[in-house]
């Protein structure tokens, strides 16, 4: 057993307490001691993490409850007490904060009075020019709605769409979202609100997807919430909002993913839905081969954005987003940065020359990063 390259890749998919506890509870003698002393360090160190969110997040939500902002907390702290019964099971690193579209600058300003800070200058005035010229454009720079502690202990997330990925927006707010029962999670005594059980399912297959389900932890999200909520789930109601949101695929790719590696117990008229869809099959077994592959590329990269476009349900989401990425992908090459800029000082009248030097820098540098990989590939095959 390569004990080391095993603690690596349980640190790099985000199961390092699930993993101690394991073997703490089952076979904790056949663990080196430094290895296991070290797996022990981290889990304790997650514990400590896990309590310093769960802290902060409810400093917000009584904020937010205060200031009538409608706010939905899911994933991180929240997704660790409904799922595993237990904040520190999982680990996380930011607290994902949905917010209705109409409170986002009120909720800014809530999280600005926390002691939190922002990349921009200005984060209400900047995010209120984005919400009015374009609601949806907005997100096309998620920097916006993330806020952080100076000392860097703690990040906030607000976001009104489920992915913010400028390639990957799946927009989750629907006239009936708001109406609709909100599950009520005890954490350091104030009853804080959540999505449904059908709802979370959605939500983590969607952000799972957007992510190539790259790394285990989230497989074990979804697994650890239909074990503890199967009989919550209303499976019609899944299916119908996972229609209108044209996202059938990415929930069957999250389960079919979760009822074969960790053997999720799926309904068996959904399992059968799912065993249909010939493409999710295919997609699964690509991801199931190279989940625990060191030198695998996320779909997320440019390279793979095939992964993204068979992911879609319909043909016309296919081309719009074909057309769309193609746009975001010309102005991302094209458009110069402060890196171009530094490499390069120019006086303002030849800036045009920074249009022609960033795609050659860019080509160089990716040229090299390949080059890279390959005697990686070909060294790991040696």
Request: with cysteine.
């Amino acid at each position: 057993m390569d004990w080391d390259r095993l603690e690596n890749m349980a640190d790099y998919h985000g199961v390092t307490p699930l993993f101690y506890a394991s073997l703490s509870k089952h076979a904790p003698s056949a663990v080196p001691p430094h290895i296991f002393a070290r797996l022990r360090e981290r889990s304790r160190a997650n514990v400590h993490h896990s309590l310093l969110f769960a802290s902060e997040l409810v400093k917000l939500m009584k904020r937010f409850d205060a200031a009538n902002i409608r706010a939905i907390p899911f994933k991180g702290p929240v997704l660790a007490a409904y799922a595993y019964h237990d904040l520190t099971a999982r680990e996380f690193t930011d607290l994902d904060i949905f917010v209705s579209k109409n409170d986002i600058v009120e909720a800014t300003r809530v999280v600005l009075s926390q002691g939190y800070v922002s990349s921009l200058e200005d984060p209400v005035r900047a995010i209120t020019q984005a919400v009015g010229r374009d609601g949806q454009g907005a997100f096309q720079q998620a920097h916006h709605y993330t806020f952080y502690r100076p000392d860097g202990r703690s990040r906030v997330d607000l976001q009104w769409r489920v992915a913010d990925d400028r390639y990957f927006a799946q927009p989750l707010e629907r006239p009936d979202l708001w109406k609709s029962e909100f599950t009520r999670i005890p954490i350091g005594g104030y009853d804080i609100r959540t999505f449904s059980p059908t709802d979370t399912l959605l939500v983590l297959c969607i952000h799972g997807s957007k992510h190539g389900w790259e790394k285990l932890k989230w497989l074990c999200d979804v697994a650890e919430l239909l074990r503890a909520h199967a009989t919550s789930i209303v499976w019609g109601e899944l299916e119908r909002v996972a229609s209108r949101l044209r996202v059938e695929r990415m929930v069957r790719l999250g389960l079919n993913l979760v009822g074969d590696l960790l053997d999720a117990s799926i309904p068996p008229d959904v399992a059968r839905t799912v065993a249909s869809d010939k493409r999710v099959w295919t997609l699964a077994r690509e991801l199931r081969g190279s989940l625990f592959d060191e030198h695998r590329t996320c779909p997320t990269n440019h390279g793979n954005v095939w992964f993204y476009v068979r992911l879609k349900d319909h043909w016309r989401d296919r081309v719009r987003f074909c057309f769309r990425y193609f746009l975001q992908f010309t102005s991302s090459v094209l458009t110069p940065t402060a890196v171009d800029r530094e490499l390069l000082p120019l006086p303002r009248s030849l800036f045009f020359v920074h249009y022609v030097f960033r795609p050659i820098r860019l080509s160089v540098k990716y040229a090299v990063l390949s080059m890279r990989l390959l005697r990686q590939k070909v060294s790991a095959r040696v």
